[in-house]
């Protein structure tokens, strides 16, 4: 096998193992989506005895498969968008009729109506493509009815219980499985390029960083999960035993954010470093190494809905052992390196729980008098 099909075969795995893991994810949320569908239909055709409820199911799926996170707020967004859309081309389609200017009429007028009570893009959309079906698919013959607002009303009721009662996520797991990825990037980088140092291997560190500067979409997507997760545990009563260990991701997520950014900034100069030929002590390759496990620790403390105090007390070893290097000599890169450190290590030890001026001063007791305070961070 030659290098290019080498590459392209690992390519394709890495890619169909992240598709596979997208549907894992996201199963339960079809599973939701098609439950919720089908019980509006139900609803409104069977229990409020609606000839054709197409907008039942159609305002279940939108509640709960176009706005995870914000379903609630979307779910208003969407019965008053809807509202607005009938109510307007009810009007005025019983009142000119139709064609393809009153079409253009309603639609205009429907998004002006909604962007005067709210300029919510779903309550546009909804406003705009609900006039449409009014004035094509279902223009009223007989007299402004109400019926279409009422199946909008049934399937976002129906889609947040759903949500809430029948097939609640759990949050934990939701926000655990985005964490994992997010995190493990950091932890695995943190650790390779600590081994990359202690072996002078500049191209390991390359691939380091390459494989950093991709993971900004996984700190995006474990956000969103946060965001998801918090929702759920404010809306189902089930879950709501688990709002304080997820108070945990909420308040650590900003943190390790930042800790990726400054790991990516302590990766550049990793790879400085090695390219002048600096030394790199032993400490230092010890600091670096810490700080990782202090991410394998965070994730793996988190998941457990325990206190991180592991993390924090290997990201207080990295500045210590920061200090340790930096006291016994090191050259340019390596003074900022272990700037780089002590930073990573501050946002680390807030993402276990610790306010801000706490980690400041657990950080700068680890380091040290060795160290000036030069990370500048005052978050």
Known sequence: MTAGTDTLVRRTRARLRDRLRRVRVNLLLAVQTGVAAGLAWFVAH???GHRAPFFAPIAAVITLAVSVGQRLR???ELVFGVAIGIAVGDVLIYLIGTGPA?????????IVTAIFVGSGSALITQAASSAVLVATLTPPSNGISYGRFVDAMVGGLVGLGVMALLLPLNPLTVVGRAARPALGVLAHGLIE???ALAARDGERAEAVLARLRTSEGDVRRLQEAIDAAS???ALAPARWRTRGALNQYVDGAEHAARALRNGRVLVRRAIALIGDGEDAPKHLVDAVRSLGESVTWLEKELAEAAEPVACRERALRAASEAGLAYAAGVGFSGSVIVAQVRSTAIDLVRASGVGADEARRLVRRAVGRHVPDRSGDKS
């Open 74 to 76: 979307r779910a208003f």
């Open 102 to 110: 009153q079409i253009g009429l309603v639609v205009a007028l429907a």
């Open 193 to 195: 390029i600590a081994d």
């Open 46 to 48: 069977d229990v409020v």
């Open 231 to 233: 929702e759920t545990a």
